[in-house]
């Protein structure tokens, strides 16, 4: 963090420095590129291949931290789970120095979210409309096949459901928890390409209107997020995290899932 930069060069002896650092209903999926740990429906289906518009894959490994880092976080009695802060503790060297006795410094590290902690992940399947496909063959004889076309390309967003302190870091945090718990392929934005198309056919009985609807699915993630004010310790070579202040919230959060669509199909005498 860029508030950080300039506090730690006032240290005398010591230099901070860059350093080195569930089983699936057959036929619910369509190769589903992982194995996903809850019940999917048999009217959820993949697009991955067929989408025009190809979702980026979301990146976020569990980022382990370096023995430093682990010395400090164990200091501080709490977990801390923050990617951000771990990714700064791991780019940091604190050396030792060999005439640091009697020296003293505390420096303030800012005010961070430390940890979520997930108390519910639940699946959505219909979370958002996306496309109707409509056929009216009230005029004809004998049945009318159908089959999935969208027909604009449709953003999907996700997101906190309140406004809480450093927004971004939690929903980093959310998002490993839930794809941890559900092994989805999970982000707070994904997109269905104009003209993604699916084979499945449904069939329109003659005399009625036929009406195929798609949405797209989306995860219900609950839990608590915990905040505190972060300060290092340096007392003589001894190293540590202080942590005060510290509070916990409740949050929720809708994460959509990428590329799985489900799909309800009615058909009707009169129009819907």
Same mark, same amino acid.
């Given at each position: 963090?860029?508030?950080?930069?300039?506090?730690?060069?006032?240290?005398? +002896?010591?230099?901070?420095?860059?350093?080195?650092?569930? =089983?699936?209903?057959?036929?619910?999926?369509?190769?589903?590129? @992982? &194995?996903?740990?809850?019940?999917?429906?048999? +009217?959820?289906?993949?697009?991955?291949?067929?989408?025009?518009?190809?979702?980026?894959?979301?990146?976020?490994?569990?980022?382990?931290?370096?023995?430093?880092?682990?010395?400090?976080?164990?200091?501080?009695?709490?977990?801390?789970?923050?990617?951000?802060?771990? !990714?700064?503790?791991?780019?940091?060297?604190?050396?030792?120095?060999?005439? =640091?006795?009697?020296?003293?410094?505390?420096?303030?590290?800012? !005010?961070?979210?430390?940890?979520?902690?997930?108390?519910?992940?639940?699946?959505?399947?219909?979370?958002?409309? /996306?496309?109707?496909?409509?056929?009216?063959?009230?005029? @004809?004889?004998?049945?009318?096949?159908? !089959?999935?076309?969208?027909?604009?390309?449709?953003?999907?967003?996700?997101?906190?459901?309140?406004?809480?302190?450093? +927004?971004?870091?939690?929903?980093?945090?959310?998002?490993?928890?839930?794809?941890?718990?559900?092994?989805?392929?999970?982000?707070?934005?994904? /997109?269905?390409?104009?003209?993604?198309?699916?084979?499945?056919?449904?069939?329109?009985?003659?005399?009625?209107?036929?009406?195929?609807? @798609?949405?797209?699915?989306? &995860?219900?993630?609950?839990?608590?997020?915990?905040?505190?004010?972060?300060?290092?310790?340096?007392?003589?070579?001894?190293?540590?995290?202080?942590?005060?202040?510290?509070?916990?919230?409740?949050?929720?959060?809708?994460?959509?899932?990428?590329?799985?669509?489900?799909?309800?199909?009615?058909? +009707?005498?009169?129009?819907?």
């Amino acid at each position: 963090m860029k508030r950080l930069l300039f506090l730690l060069t006032i240290l005398l +002896s010591l230099a901070f420095q860059p350093g080195n650092s569930a =089983a699936i209903p057959k036929g619910a999926l369509d190769e589903m590129p @992982a &194995v996903s740990k809850v019940n999917v429906p048999p +009217s959820v289906r993949n697009i991955t291949k067929e989408n025009t518009y190809p979702n980026p894959t979301q990146d976020l490994p569990f980022l382990q931290p370096s023995e430093l880092a682990k010395q400090l976080i164990v200091s501080s009695g709490t977990k801390i789970e923050n990617p951000e802060l771990i !990714h700064m503790l791991n780019e940091s060297n604190i050396a030792k120095a060999p005439f =640091a006795f009697g020296y003293r410094a505390t420096i303030y590290l800012g !005010h961070w979210a430390l940890n979520y902690q997930s108390a519910e992940t639940s699946p959505n399947w219909e979370y958002q409309k /996306i496309n109707t496909n409509y056929f009216d063959n009230r005029g @004809a004889n004998g049945a009318y096949k159908i !089959h999935y076309v969208q027909e604009a390309q449709k953003t999907v967003r996700g997101g906190l459901t309140a406004k809480i302190p450093a +927004s971004d870091d939690v929903q980093k945090m959310m998002l490993l928890k839930a794809t941890e718990k559900t092994n989805l392929p999970l982000a707070f934005e994904t /997109i269905v390409g104009a003209g993604t198309k699916k084979d499945q056919e449904y069939n329109i009985p003659a005399k009625r209107l036929g009406y195929l609807n @798609a949405y797209a699915s989306a &995860v219900n993630e609950k839990g608590k997020v915990t905040y505190g004010e972060v300060y290092l310790i340096l007392k003589g070579n001894k190293r540590a995290i202080a942590l005060k202040n510290v509070t916990s919230q409740g949050i929720g959060a809708w994460i959509p899932i990428q590329d799985l669509l489900s799909f309800s199909f009615t058909s +009707s005498t009169v129009p819907r």
